[in-house]
């Protein structure tokens, strides 16, 4: 006689592989490639405490934005000394300034021009524009423009917009889609767009996390993935 339970086992058995080389031809398919191989950085300041560039390069991170400057004339006491270190492991760098409302536009960009030296091969500069201070008054967007003209006559390049989208679309709005943007947001699959903008540059996706060759902590970030490193240098 016939055994049908074993034919019907056979025929699952076979069904079931057919099905998985199915599924596996679709992945490897264009149009269902799977998530693509990021591009990451970090952010530093003085509170990352002391860093091993090396260890950090060999993890996997490929650019160091570092704090350089804040308001009129908060200087990062770390920014020297970590500038000069990403120069000599050969780590693509950048500098950034975090924004004080408060403060004159102008004497923020000529502080910060003052501290920093871009050379041929660095990273745009940046501007970090997220918190509003007591004590601001007069036009957020015009201020924020005037800092950003200044920084761009003397870099040669247009600096990149790092904010929130929320903090963004409350205090500024549109108008800027011509910078580059660094988003923040974190515990997301993509991030929001503040208004003025159609996609970002640069995503910051998570905040003060241990990374290896940094003593506390650091900021990760991607770049887009249809975007190379060197289209963003300094020419």
């Not at 201070?133 to 005037?146: C, E």
């Not at 205090?171 to 003025?196: Q, S």
């Not at 003593?215 to 060197?230: F, L, P």
Request: with cysteine; net charge negative.
């Amino acid at each position: 006689m016939i055994d049908t339970t074993a034919l019907h086992s056979t025929g699952c058995d076979v069904l079931h592989r057919l099905l998985l080389v199915l599924v596996l031809s679709l992945l490897a398919a264009p149009g269902c490639a799977a998530e693509p191989e990021w591009t990451l950085g970090l952010d530093v300041s003085h509170h990352s405490g002391k860093i091993e560039w090396a260890v950090v390069a060999a993890s996997g991170y490929d650019f160091v934005y570092v704090k350089a400057t804040e308001g009129v004339d908060d200087a990062d006491p770390m920014f020297k000394t970590f500038w000069q270190e990403l120069k000599t492991h050969g780590i693509p760098r950048g500098a950034y300034h975090f924004y004080v409302t408060e403060d004159d536009p102008e004497e923020q960009a000529r502080f910060f021009l003052s501290r920093v030296r871009p050379e041929s091969g660095d990273l745009p500069p940046v501007v970090d524009v997220e918190l509003i201070g007591k004590g601001t008054t007069g036009d957020l967007a015009a201020d924020l423009k005037s800092f950003l003209i200044i920084v761009e006559d003397a870099f040669g390049v247009k600096p990149i917009i790092y904010t929130g989208w929320k903090f963004w679309n409350k205090h500024i709005g549109a108008g800027f889609g011509e910078y580059p943007l660094w988003v923040a947001e974190y515990d997301v699959d993509d991030p929001l767009l503040p208004k003025g903008w159609s996609h970002w540059h640069l995503w910051q996706f998570e905040g003060n996390v241990a990374v290896p060759g940094v003593e506390k902590h650091a900021d990760r970030t991607r770049v887009r993935s249809d975007i190379q490193m060197r289209e963003l240098m300094i020419p």
